[in-house]
């Protein structure tokens, strides 16, 4: 019975010490980090006295191997961060055009409802005429408001005398600045 018990916390610390190593210890590696290591990698493998054996040749080809595999993830590395650079603050771009994001458009004629790309066109009007206009990538009214009226002041120096907007402008945050600035 007492083999039985011991067996038994055996394969519990077992199991602990799998939980614990399996737990996210990961570490931010940028890639000049891994591009350096790399390049560490090549020295040593390059300073390595040539070798008539079978087996460190072999050897030493798994682990040129292993550093052109470090190498294609640097790239890969450099990729995401390029990607995640022109996604900034949104949830998608487009890469034919970086500069709109993948919003969910109206229903067409057949009932369909998609996500295409687009811009979000905030425009301000006077009299009839378009007096400023401003394109966002974002998909939502309530981040545009505020910056396309900071836009209008820096271009006309006041802020227009009335703003009417639907419901999808109404957030304690706009609500909050249009009571702040007037």
């Known amino acids: ?13 077992e199991a602990i010490v799998q939980e614990n190593s399996v737990k996210d210890t990961s ?14 990698l090549k020295e040593v493998l390059e300073r390595r006295p040539a070798t008539q054996d079978k087996e460190q040749k072999k050897t030493l080809r ?4 292993q550093v052109r595999e470090l190498e294609g993830y640097h790239d890969k590395l450099m990729e995401y961060d390029n990607h995640l650079e022109v996604l900034g603050e949104r949830n998608s771009y487009s890469k034919t055009d970086p500069g709109a994001t993948f919003m969910r ?27 400023d206009f401003r394109l966002f990538p974002n998909p939502t009214d309530t981040l545009t408001l505020i910056p396309f009226f900071h836009s209008f002041r820096h271009r006309y120096n006041r802020l227009p005398g009335i703003g009417v907007a639907d419901s999808g402008y109404g957030s304690k ?7 702040r600035t007037g």
Do not use: H, W
Request: charged content about 30%; some cysteine; aromatic content about 4%.
């Open 105 to 131: 458009m109206k229903e067409d004629a057949m009932k369909n409802e998609q996500t295409k790309l687009g811009y979000n066109l905030q425009t301000g009007t006077e009299n009839q005429f378009i007096i």
């Open 27 to 40: 570490v931010e590696l940028p890639p000049s980090m891994l591009s350096n290591i790399v390049d560490e």
């Open 173 to 179: 945050k706009i609500t909050g600045s249009c009571r």
């Open 1 to 13: 019975m007492l083999n039985k018990i011991r067996i038994l916390l055996e394969q519990v610390d």
């Open 62 to 65: 798994e682990k040129k191997k």
